[in-house]
């Protein structure tokens, strides 16, 4: 068993900052089942961000896994979630345009959003969803017939992430798992810093470290990681 046990595994391993804990059995804040004690993890991680010494004065950020299934969607619900109750104006991006995941969280509709700004259909300010949640706003991953390959080309997304930059407090984009996908390669260079998440036991740790390389080498600022789904009984 090579997988990611542990915050030292990955802070000398892979030499990067351990930014966040979750627990197991985490449900999203917006479910009556959520235990309200796990948002202090949430709040230690957006704590974590602010004081990083990686950024200065970074608001737009992507958060990615090596792989699928690793929980990114949920960390990144979640964190939008307490930094809206904490008072930031926060938009959450769905552009994981494979297997979109915020709009399930929310229960609402994925018929236009990020792909259809993209493409032009629609204007940004149509796409953008209240979300019944005060100072938090859902931009969704949106729906296109012609599929979803080149759709995030560098001059579109550039201009997209300034347009969303200028109107929020935070910026967190739901970018694809880093390995195997091209739109993340493109995305993480456009943003102020990466966050990439780990589920502990899932993955051997050379996906993890294969991730890490991806983004530095794409150029990316790779801020630290959270891990996820920590079993405190065992570690």
Do not use: W
Request: glycine share 8%; proline share 3%.
């Amino acid at each position: 068993d090579t997988s990611v046990k542990t915050i030292e595994d990955i802070e000398r391993t892979m030499q990067v900052q351990v930014l966040g804990v979750i627990p197991q059995k985490v449900r999203p804040f917006t479910d009556a089942s959520a235990d309200p004690a796990h948002m202090e993890a949430y709040r230690v991680l957006r704590t974590n961000i602010q004081f990083s010494k990686k950024l200065t004065h970074g608001k737009v950020f992507c958060i990615t896994s090596g792989s699928v299934g690793e929980g990114k969607s949920l960390t990144m619900f979640n964190l939008a979630y307490v930094c809206a109750q904490l008072g930031d104006r926060v938009l959450l991006v769905d552009t994981d345009l494979h297997r979109p995941r915020q709009h399930k969280i929310m229960g609402v509709s994925n018929s236009r959003g990020v792909a259809n700004v993209l493409l032009g259909e629609v204007s940004l300010e149509e796409a953008i969803m209240a979300t019944g949640v005060t100072n938090l706003d859902l931009l969704p991953s949106g729906r296109v017939a012609s599929g979803v390959h080149g759709l995030m080309n560098t001059s579109r997304m550039k201009e997209f992430v300034e347009a969303v930059r200028a109107s929020y407090d935070l910026v967190l984009f739901d970018g694809p798992p880093i390995i195997g996908v091209s739109d993340a390669s493109l995305l993480v260079r456009e943003v102020d810093g990466v966050i990439l998440v780990i589920q502990q036991r899932k993955y051997p740790a050379a996906v993890s470290q294969r991730a890490k390389t991806m983004i530095e080498n794409m150029g990316a600022n790779l801020i630290g990681v959270v891990l996820n789904k920590l079993d405190a009984r065992h570690d």
